[in-house]
């Protein structure tokens, strides 16, 4: 809600690096800790990848604020230039040299496209399913609840695959999940690329995914297997900054937040199963059938993803529905 149109989903795209550093760190610890210690290693990994959590909420816990964009869209301008006045301290500014008191805070709201009021009689959050959101909504459902449900099934059951094929789970993973991080640096070129933008992103990288996926599945060797392990990260990991990007720009502020807790939500009523089906399809002790069924799931995710027709690329954010 802070970055300029020209490079917001770049921004949005690269401050995922710190938690891709982070998984990267966490599979080195991992690798470390658990064959390292076999009795208590699995403890001390737990341990040791919770202390940033606790670090993250003291922080949190000292510098929270309300986005003064969305007290904008509330009304509430008071409260929001206290915020503006707070974040121009913070870097050695006066609001006054940015934002002039005579300039009020409310021209800065902008309206849907057309400036009808859509859906005021409904609850908020069925906003995301009235007449200019709803396929937007549904195709954007199919997308997230696959991805994440592909995304968490490959990192949790990846390690037990790879020992049924004979190789360091531990190693094999690691070096797999450092796949994402130039992944996230080519979508955050690919993603304001003017001929390219949002949406052919996703498809794209939606679509190696499920190649790499049906070639993990069938063509095995103890090259090809870390390759495309390598390359699945590449293409599938940094779609989730893209659509964390994606999903925070298709929904005015007013609802933004609803809106994410929704697509969360959502995601995780279906992820419930996920352990039994993970687990069902591993103990099979056929390799071939858990990444089938990945790439299967990434093949819904490209045809919802082909039925997206809103793209986000250079358009402003809406503030009021």
């Not at 816990?61 to 964009?69: A, D, G, Q, T, V």
């Not at 298709?250 to 609802?255: G, R």
């Given at each position: 809600e802070f970055l300029p149109v020209r490079n917001r989903g770049r921004v949005l795209v690269l401050v995922t690096l710190l938690p891709a550093l982070a998984a990267c760190a966490s599979g080195g610890m991992g690798w470390w800790l658990i064959p390292t210690?076999?009795?208590l290693g699995w403890r001390y990994f737990t341990a040791a990848i919770a202390f940033p959590s606790f670090v993250a909420a003291a922080g949190r816990?000292?510098?929270?604020?309300?986005?003064?964009?969305f007290l904008v869209s509330q009304g509430k301008f008071t409260q929001a230039r206290g915020v503006l006045v707070a974040m121009a301290r913070m870097n050695g500014k006066r609001l006054g040299d940015l934002l002039p008191e005579r300039?009020?805070?409310?021209?800065?709201?902008?309206?849907?496209?057309?400036?009808?009021?859509?859906?005021?009689s409904l609850p908020k959050l069925l906003t995301i399913f009235s007449r200019p959101y709803i396929r937007r909504t549904l195709c954007l459902s199919v997308v997230y609840v696959c991805l994440n449900t592909g995304y968490y099934c490959t990192t949790v059951f990846l390690p037990a695959l790879l020992t049924?094929?004979?190789?360091?789970?531990?190693?094999?993973?690691?070096?797999?999940?450092?796949?994402?991080i130039p992944g996230i640096f080519l979508i955050s070129i690919l993603t304001e690329w003017p001929c390219v933008g949002r949406l052919h992103t996703l498809r794209l990288m939606t679509f190696f995914t499920v190649v790499f996926f049906l070639l993990f599945a069938f063509?095995?060797?103890n090259v090809s297997i870390p390759v495309t392990g390598i390359m699945i990260f590449f293409f599938?990991?940094?779609?989730?900054?893209?659509?964390?990007t994606i999903l925070?720009?298709?929904?005015?502020?007013?609802?933004?937040?609803?809106a994410l807790n929704f697509f969360n939500t959502l995601s995780a009523c279906f992820n419930l199963g996920l352990p039994y089906l993970g687990g069902y399809l591993v103990e099979q002790g056929i390799?071939?059938?858990f990444p089938s069924m990945a790439a299967a799931l990434f093949a819904i995710q490209l045809v919802a993803a082909l039925l997206l027709n809103h793209e986000t690329r250079g358009v402003r954010l809406l503030d009021n529905v």
């Open positions: 210690y076999p009795v816990m000292l510098f929270f604020y309300e986005s003064p964009r300039v009020p805070l409310q021209d800065m709201i902008i309206p849907d496209s057309d400036g009808t009021d859509r859906g005021s049924q094929l004979n190789l360091n789970p531990y190693f094999t993973s690691f070096i797999s999940i450092l796949g994402q063509v095995r060797n599938m990991v940094p779609m989730l900054p893209l659509m964390y925070s720009e298709s929904y005015p502020t007013e609802i933004r937040a609803q390799p071939w059938l």
